[in-house]
């Protein structure tokens, strides 16, 4: 079993505005066999705030998942990547790269997403877009291989080769 973490990241959403379907959509899209949500939060688009938590979730929870969705795009409040590579140790670039090529499938606005994937300790973060559509859509594509990046990150498993 997995530990995550879910951060939702908008400003109407933190002030009561705006349902979050988002991280709602992450939950729900989560095996409860396989993952237990630990935290889920709404916080505001402030890029120390977001540091913090993802602080939190890594290093005082010690997540091995922590899945953000939101604050990936061009607005000048949209600092969730900037956060991300603030706290990160290691870079995994090929789960936000494979997220966009395939979403680039679906839509050509997938080239604005500015969501960033990256290691903190033992802890995988994800940025994912802020749409629940989106949402069911990147996490879905990236679910299944999750389990074994995670095993490989944990020290679970140690073979990568097929």
Do not use: W
Not at 55 to 76: A, I, K, Q
Not at 100 to 114: E, G, K
């Amino acid at each position: 079993m997995f530990t995550v973490g879910i951060v939702t990241l908008s400003d109407k959403g933190a002030a009561g505005n705006r349902e979050d379907l988002s991280g709602v959509k992450i939950k729900e899209m989560l095996p409860d066999d396989l993952y237990q949500v630990l935290s889920y939060r709404i916080l505001p688009d402030e890029q120390k705030e977001i540091e913090q938590e993802l602080v939190r979730l890594s290093d005082e929870l010690h997540c091995d998942l922590v899945l953000t969705t939101g604050g990936t795009g061009f607005s000048t409040r949209d600092v969730t990547p900037e956060a991300t590579m603030q706290v990160a140790e290691r870079n995994a670039p090929g789960i936000a790269e494979a997220i966009r090529a395939y979403s680039m499938t679906i839509t050509r606005r997938a080239m604005l997403s500015r969501g960033v994937s990256v290691i903190r300790g033992k802890t995988l973060i994800i940025n994912l877009p802020g749409s629940p559509k989106a949402v069911e859509e990147s996490l879905g594509y990236i679910l299944d291989t999750l389990t074994h990046g995670l095993n490989i990150l944990l020290g679970r498993e140690g073979e990568c080769a097929r």
